[in-house]
């Protein structure tokens, strides 16, 4: 299970689990583990009455990637037992994780394999960035590197930072982002780099 993570809202990482799921090979599936504000399914463009059930969906534009979220009003210690299911499962599995250092963020970090922190160039995100990378070496996940968004290079120092190489960059481009040509062959890129994490 690889934990798509950051420590502020916006910074990509919902677009960066699709990107990566998309990119991946095989069936991948692409877990929604933000409870306050699930926008996964959304933006895979499913129908918002799908997210409110435990099943996985399959993404209406790649049939290789389903979607799936946890169970409504489920506390703590039944969102930790689901998500080590999820992990279960023989796919791959790609999670976006919510954005900072409280438990909702923790669980999906403990339970993942290996983390990618998502990023943007200013120095807030950067800040939480390097906040989110700590907090999974502090919790026993491997941070296997980071992504900038929203950008076209990414300097040296963003990788020092975040103490993991920097896996590529996403351009900022215009909406549907995943829809973009730039946008897919960064993802792609970003997985080769990744390898099977």
């Not at 599936?29 to 099943?55: F, I």
């Not at 999820?86 to 669980?107: E, F, K, L, T, W």
């Not at 983390?115 to 996940?141: E, I, W, Y």
Request: hydrophobic share 40%; aromatic share 2%; net charge negative.
């Amino acid at each position: 299970m690889l934990a798509i993570a950051g420590g502020k809202g916006g910074s990509g990482k919902t677009t960066t689990t699709l990107g990566l799921a998309r990119a991946f090979d095989g069936h991948v599936l692409a877990v929604d583990a933000d409870r306050d504000m699930p926008n996964l399914g959304s933006m895979a463009g499913l129908d918002p009455r799908a997210g409110q059930t435990d099943e996985p969906h399959t993404h209406p534009n790649d049939a290789t990637v389903s979607v799936r979220s946890p169970p409504a009003g489920v506390d703590d210690d039944g969102f930790e037992h689901w998500l080590r299911g999820v992990a279960d499962d023989a796919r791959r599995a790609v999670v976006d994780c919510p954005a900072g250092a409280g438990p909702d963020a923790a669980i999906p970090l403990r339970v993942a394999d290996a983390v990618v922190v998502v990023t943007q160039l200013c120095a807030p995100a950067l800040r939480d960035a390097a906040k989110t990378a700590a907090m999974a070496r502090a919790l026993g996940t491997h941070v296997t590197g980071c992504v900038v968004s929203r950008a076209r290079v990414a300097p040296a120092s963003v990788g020092e930072l975040v103490d993991a190489p920097v896996l590529g960059t996403v351009p900022d481009e215009a909406s549907p982002v995943l829809a973009q040509p730039t946008v897919r062959s960064a993802y792609r890129r970003i997985s080769d780099n990744l390898g099977r994490y």
